[in-house]
């Protein structure tokens, strides 16, 4: 019988995840997420499904995060009608996040279209719509964390606390080959760290055949900080802010980033540490999100043990209508403004920042990974001058970042995490990481000696876009004839443009950017227009 898995996301890029499992005749998969940052990843979600959504028995997820889950509407619009299976607090956080993301897709076309009709371009339709979404959500089926379930027949999946997200797992599967024993298999998701300030640490089993594991800090430690100590380090952050006489804007994720941010800034204030100023969340999402959050606040299988509600306080506001969110842009100072997106790739965090990053006195604090080719990562990256909503926005605000919220393990910690996984009989897949990251993390496991795998090492793979690997043998082995030229969704080129982190419209941006500037430095206009005479040469 054979037994396959296919990479169609989160492979050199973590971004998309997606892995197609076949039990012989049957189908499963793992995660169905929607690709984000630069524009030829992101047109990976318009294009066809690189297989059949209609003989997909069953999908697994391992989170709610989109770059997770957020192409099941467009599963379910496709044709697939199994089971979505998770956690409960993931299926309580996807009902307000998968509509969410359709009315996002219906806005940002929308304005699309108004562009492409001043262009003469033909107008497109967006991935799915929020009535989309609330369709597929009666595929939800929750299931418990560390309980066996009945997945397809002849395999079963149990999950584990991934110590990410509310409702994250790492998803371990048992499925029979004809063998002794079921072969035994584990999907990592994205791991947390140590010293969440909501969750509790990762868990999950040992004595494995194969696990597909995520890499994204994979070649970068990050400081070790109790919650005192997280804290402290955001007070700092937060007085010199204040202190510059400007908006403090974070860039942060609707789901736990937000929830983080609150509890600390909350208990902050309280005790005197930081004055106390407005702190605006402006994300009707992130209010939905909160609830949820609330809700598991003393949960043995939710939260870290909370006293009181950390959400809840005078000085927190959250805004939901358009009009609120407009009305914000009156403040020129002393205010603590919190939007998504995290990686500053859509939602109301865009129009904060473009009304604030050319302010010299404003902060911008980025509290999260940045994704190659986002905007969050150009400012990371120190671009002085960015392109938002099609016009050039200098940026004289002061930009800081902060891993110490990083929803991620750090490289320290995903190495912890993999040694107690061991033994690992078969194979390593290393997945959900730039390629820089996956290459240190796999140079770091390179060096184990048998004492650390406890036993033989497995074979060590970092799979490509669409690749198909058996899974029957000794070690996984890829089969070839997987990626016929024709069927891939990316040329050599493109998808190497994409997992460096940037491709020809990152390109376009940053001329554009330069020329203008170059323009504006030049002293006179005859300099200005043999600058122009220089362009039109190279044009032909």
């Given at each position: 019988m054979p037994l396959t898995l296919s990479f169609h996301g989160a492979a050199g890029t973590v971004t998309g995840s997606c892995y197609r499992l076949e039990i012989g005749s049957k189908a499963i998969l793992i995660d169905c997420g929607l690709y984000q940052g630069d524009k030829t990843l992101k047109e990976l979600n318009y294009k066809p499904w690189?297989?059949?959504?209609?003989?997909?028995?069953?999908?697994?997820?391992?989170?709610?995060?989109?770059?997770?889950?957020?192409?099941?509407?467009?599963?379910?619009?496709?044709g697939y009608?199994?089971?979505?299976?998770?956690?409960?607090?993931?299926?309580?956080?996807?009902?307000?996040?998968?509509?969410?993301s359709g009315g996002i897709q219906e806005m940002e076309v929308e304005k699309l279209n108004r562009r492409n009709l001043r262009r003469g371009r033909s107008a497109v339709q967006p991935i799915y719509t929020e009535q989309d979404a609330q369709d597929a959500l009666k595929l939800l089926q929750a299931r418990d964390y560390e309980s066996w379930f009945d997945v397809i027949p002849g395999v079963r999946a149990r999950m584990w606390n991934a110590g990410h997200i509310l409702g994250a797992a790492s998803i371990e599967l048992a499925v029979e080959t004809g063998e002794t024993s079921p072969m035994r298999l584990l999907f990592s998701g994205d791991i947390g760290p140590e010293h969440k300030a909501l969750q509790h640490g990762p868990d999950a089993p040992c004595d494995l055949d194969l696990v597909v594991m995520e890499s994204t800090y994979g070649g970068r430690p990050r400081p070790k900080l109790d919650a005192a100590a997280?804290?402290?380090?955001?007070?700092?952050?937060?007085s010199a802010a204040l202190d510059a006489g400007g908006n403090l804007i974070i860039p942060a994720f609707a789901v736990e980033r937000t929830q983080e941010l609150l509890a600390d800034l909350a208990k902050l204030m309280a005790d005197g540490t930081v004055r106390r100023v407005p702190v605006i969340v402006d994300s009707p999402l992130a209010l939905h999100i909160t609830n949820v959050f609330a809700k598991y606040l003393h949960e043995a299988?939710?939260?870290?043990?909370?006293?009181?509600?950390p959400f809840a306080g005078g000085s927190l506001h959250f805004t939901r209508s358009v009009a609120e969110s407009m009305q914000i842009e009156q403040i020129t100072g002393g205010a603590i403004i919190i939007a998504a997106s995290g990686m500053c790739e859509a939602g109301r965090i865009r129009h904060h920042l473009k009304n604030n990053l050319w302010r010299p006195n404003a902060t911008v604090l980025l509290v999260g990974y940045q994704a190659p080719g986002t905007l969050g990562r150009f400012l990371e990256d120190?671009?002085?001058?960015?392109?938002?909503?099609?016009?050039?926005?200098?940026?004289?605000?002061?930009?800081?970042?902060?891993?110490?919220?990083s929803g991620?393990?750090?490289?320290?910690?995903?190495?912890?995490?993999?040694?107690?996984?061991?033994?690992?009989?078969?194979?390593?897949m290393l997945t959900h990481g730039?390629?820089?990251?996956?290459?240190?993390?796999?140079?770091?496991?390179?060096?184990?000696t048998k004492s650390d795998w406890k036993g033989a090492a497995p074979l060590?793979?970092?799979p490509r876009l669409d690749e198909t690997y058996s899974l029957l043998g000794a070690h996984p082995r890829l089969l070839r004839a997987a990626r016929p030229q024709a069927a891939r969704r990316l040329d050599r080129y493109s998808e190497a443009e994409a997992l460096a982190g940037h491709d020809w419209h990152n390109d376009y941006a940053r001329l554009m950017l330069r020329m203008q500037q170059q323009l504006r430095d030049a002293k006179t206009d005859a300099e200005r227009r043999r600058l122009l005479k220089k362009m039109q040469r190279a044009l032909g």
């Open positions: 690189p297989f059949d959504p209609r003989g997909i028995a069953a999908l697994l997820l391992t989170h709610a995060h989109i770059d997770h889950s957020g192409l099941i509407p467009k599963l379910f619009k496709a009608a199994g089971p979505v299976l998770c956690t409960e607090g993931s299926a309580d956080l996807l009902r307000w996040m998968l509509p969410d997280r804290r402290a380090v955001l007070a700092g952050e937060v299988n939710g939260l870290r043990a909370a006293t009181g509600n120190g671009e002085r001058a960015v392109r938002i909503q099609g016009d050039e926005v200098l940026v004289r605000a002061n930009v800081k970042k902060l891993e110490i919220y991620h393990a750090d490289h320290d910690e995903l190495l912890d995490w993999l040694r107690e996984r061991a033994p690992v009989r078969r194979g390593l730039d390629l820089d990251s996956i290459g240190m993390l796999r140079a770091a496991i390179a060096q184990w060590v793979v970092a």
